[in-house]
């Protein structure tokens, strides 16, 4: 049952880029700790921010440039009449 609702949430990221007016955003089926695990590791590492987003498309911020990170968990929306 848990499994099913993991299947049913992504998480919605938000980055801020240092001397840029727009933010990034983006969602992910990762967990919100592994998007803060590969966050801590892209800035104390030096190395550029990966993340896979929602449908395959790979991000990638270099670490010196971040300016925030945001996460928020979001629900997949249904389509159709069913779902209302």
């Not at 998007?35 to 921010?49: D, F, M, S, Y």
């Amino acid at each position: 049952m848990l499994e099913l609702e993991r299947e049913a949430t992504t998480v919605e990221v938000k980055i801020g880029v240092q001397n840029v007016a727009r933010e990034i955003t983006f969602d992910t089926d990762a967990s919100a700790d592994e998007v803060v695990k590969a966050v801590t590791a892209a800035i104390e590492g030096g190395t550029p921010l990966t993340l896979t987003g929602e449908k395959g498309r790979q991000l990638l911020v270099p670490a010196g440039v971040l300016g925030y990170v945001q996460l928020g968990e979001t629900e997949k929306r249904g389509v159709g009449f069913g779902n209302i």
